[in-house]
């Protein structure tokens, strides 16, 4: 920023600061670790200029802060030898599910930027959010969050997407790139395409140079025969009016478009290709069927062969940690990686035990839970005993919202104006109605938990403003009789509500229009009285009692 005012100076570096930066890279063309990557960079690459600025914003916002970052890549290239500025861009659409992560990531963001070792000589400069949109509308945070909006694919246009929404990223960029955006307010040679549900851990390198992008090993992308007739049939989808290479299905490389650092010459040259491929790919049912959830992340990898691109390739770009990491995954967990990525869950029961796939904890670290509306500040840690990526992740989210001072609060006051935050955090989402029926839910609780087995087949008297019986059938169903419609039942141990719904005595019953907390009071290990609460007025006396029946 003083270099941008016309102010010069020579940094006195602490050598032992920058040691990690001088580590040798190991052979070959996959490098493992921030370190080892941060040294190849140092090693190999040659002077860069910031570019060229100016213009006006198109679309929606280029901020103040967007402005001093740009000023940071074009002024401070004069003594930082060797330096690659890049432009992070954050793929997003107009969800409140994906506006949130966004909030956060770029809490992160700015935070590793400003602690990076290489201090006024960082890489990390500019910062645009690109959001596809229902017709390109703004959405109240781009004041916070430098944002660029551009339209989304319409409900008619995505069905023949099977509403597959991931397609609008390519569509994205391809519309990026086709502004003056792309020129005048991105004067950084290199980009990283980022998402949402990424925060950076360490500052990241610009390890990538013109031809050589850099890029994250996806392993469950490698390449087998089942796939060469689907890559071969749709090498040339994204070729029209550019030179393509011919079909070689084992040149495609197990990756996606994110996180990927890559010069903006390079993805001119592939964002169309990977477009279109991506396109073609889930218009394709044997495509589809075979290449699953991540077949746009496929149509990047083959638009990048079929039109000569080589990544090199970084084991420890990111981590994708969950509840059931291996101990290999969370070594040096802290210092390893350039970027967590939450994309799977944190499932706990309380006691710690790490739940098994497919089933809801009654610790439940989930981003999905969050789909319409924010998070609460702050979410509970996780029970003493998870691993260190709960409690990290945990404690990242925290600090990214209790240091946005606009995020929402339950009085619907902050920004965007009258957004929602979720009436539940981390805990009571084992309630979902899918779970109960899945084998991982009911089955598996009357099998572990006294409290579910005892009260199997049980009948009760109930009174609330009237008179009721209630039965608690196998398989989680509930009758109630002044009440029709589908009851469920299951167990509740939930912290905030343990005051009046103890942990081990407490059950769920949906239905009938009410969500009921339900203590179970026991004599001698036995289940006398029942005792239930509404869920959603949490402090108000007892929604109904019941005595055994006779």
């Not at 950076?200 to 089942?226: E, Q, R, W």
């Not at 009938?512 to 203590?519: E, L, Q």
């Amino acid at each position: 920023r003083l270099a941008a005012l016309g102010i010069t100076f020579v940094l006195g570096v602490n050598v032992s600061s920058i040691m990690p930066y001088l580590v040798p890279a190991p052979a070959g063309p996959t490098v493992r670790g921030p370190a080892a990557a941060s040294a190849a960079a140092a090693s190999t690459m040659p002077a860069a200029g910031g570019g060229g600025g100016g213009g006006g914003a198109l679309l929606a916002a280029a901020t103040p802060a967007m402005g001093a970052a740009v000023a940071a890549a074009s002024g401070a290239a004069t003594f930082c030898p060797g330096r690659k500025p890049y432009h992070t861009i954050l793929t997003a659409t107009g969800q409140i599910y994906q506006q949130w992560q966004c909030r956060v990531m770029y809490k992160h963001w700015q935070k590793q930027r400003d602690l990076d070792p290489k201090g006024a000589c960082t890489e990390l400069t500019g910062f645009t959010r690109l959001v596809a949109s229902v017709g390109a509308r703004s959405d109240g945070v781009e004041e916070e969050v430098p944002s660029l909006f551009v339209k989304e694919y319409s409900g008619a246009e995505l069905n023949q997407f099977h509403g597959y929404r991931v397609i609008n990223r390519p569509y994205s960029i391809v519309q990026l790139m086709a502004t003056g955006y792309w020129k005048d307010h991105i004067p950084e040679e290199y980009v990283l395409i980022a998402e949402t549900d990424h925060i950076i851990m360490h500052a990241i390198p610009n390890t990538a140079d013109l031809g050589s992008p850099a890029a994250y090993v996806f392993n469950y992308m490698g390449i087998n025969n089942d796939f060469e007739e689907i890559i071969h049939r749709h090498w040339r989808a994204g070729c029209a009016g550019r030179t393509c290479t011919e079909p070689a299905f084992k040149t495609v490389q197990p990756i996606g478009p994110s996180p990927v650092i890559i010069h903006k010459a390079d993805l001119e040259k592939v964002g169309v290709a990977w477009h279109e491929t991506a396109k073609a790919l889930k218009t394709d049912p044997h495509a589809e069927g075979k290449l699953g959830w991540v077949i746009e992340m496929w149509g990047y990898a083959i638009a990048s062969a079929a039109v000569g691109l080589r990544h090199k390739l970084f084991d420890d770009f990111q981590v994708e940690p969950g509840a059931l990491s291996s101990k290999r995954q969370l070594d040096r967990f802290t210092e390893r990686y350039w970027i967590l990525h939450y994309t799977y869950q944190f499932e706990y029961y309380l006691d710690a035990t790490p739940c098994r796939p497919w089933m809801i904890g009654e610790y439940s670290l989930d981003k999905r839970h969050f789909s319409d509306a924010y998070p609460p500040r702050p979410l509970p840690l996780p029970p003493a005993g998870a691993n260190v990526a709960a409690f990290w992740l945990v404690n990242a989210i925290n600090e990214g919202m209790q240091n946005i001072s606009e995020w929402p609060i339950p009085d619907r006051k902050g920004k965007p104006m009258g957004a929602r935050v979720a009436g539940q955090s981390v805990y009571g989402r084992r309630r979902a109605p899918w779970f109960g029926r899945h084998d991982n839910g009911f089955k598996t609780e009357m099998k572990i938990m006294p409290l579910i087995a005892g009260l199997i087949g049980s009948k009760w008297s109930c009174k609330d403003s009237g008179a009721f019986t209630l039965d608690l059938l196998d398989g989680g169903d509930a009758r109630h009789s002044l009440k029709g419609g589908n009851f469920r039942w299951a167990s509740m141990n939930n912290p905030e509500i343990a005051k009046h719904c103890p942990i081990g005595a407490c059950f769920y019953l949906d239905g009938g229009g009410f969500a009921a907390d339900v203590h179970a009071v026991q004599a001698g290990g036995v289940s006398t009285q029942l005792v239930g609460y509404d869920d959603r007025m949490r402090d108000e006396p007892a929604l109904f009692t019941c005595d055994k029946a006779a």
